[in-house]
């Protein structure tokens, strides 16, 4: 009976204590890097979370004006640097600023493995696809996307491994003849893979009955 409650008081200890810390993005290029809008370190052991805001064009992630399907504005959409320091499932949360003002955003992303290195190359490019933007530039691998286009706001998560992320973030309206600019608002969590969150509480409990024989 007792070391069933010590495993209930170590599970609670270890779930709740944890509480996210606070982390202010930093603008502009990571090191090594061109062309990003924000670049920011995540830590999912202390559930790092990061809220910032800016503004892109209301159809930069994809313009179905273009040849191709899924064609983003290079320079229309926002480029965010992202590292992750351990295996981890990134919340990613998006809104309109303004629900008035801001009613043609429909907030999209894709998310690639790597970090830009060159601001040369096209104005146009693939949201669903590896991408280059110049050749000998570092290649930044397409991991996923979420194609949004009913909706002013996004509460998405995806499992990805520790390492280097760009973060492809735009709007996803209706093309038109001129792009609206609109104002956006963003988080980023960190949050630890499940199976980390096990082993680190099972350790605990581990290390309570030691201390408690």
Known sequence: MKNKRINIIAIL????????????????????????????????????????????????????????????WRHQSDWLAVTLTSDSVLRIQAERNDPVADIKLFPSFTIFRGINDTTEGPHFGSNVSDLQWEAGSQLLEYVGHHNNSVSGEIDERMTLAAGDYTILFGGNARSEIDAVNVAYSMTLTAIPEPGSSFLIALGGILLLRRRNR
Do not use: M
């Open 13 to 72: 200890l270890l779930t709740t204590s944890c509480h996210a810390a606070s982390i202010a993005p930093l603008g502009g290029n990571p090191a090594g890097g061109e062309g990003y809008t924000y670049n920011l370190v995540l830590d999912a052991a202390n559930k790092d979370t990061s809220s910032f805001q800016g503004t892109v064009g209301s159809w930069s992630w994809e313009d179905s004006r273009l040849p191709g399907d899924n064609t983003f």
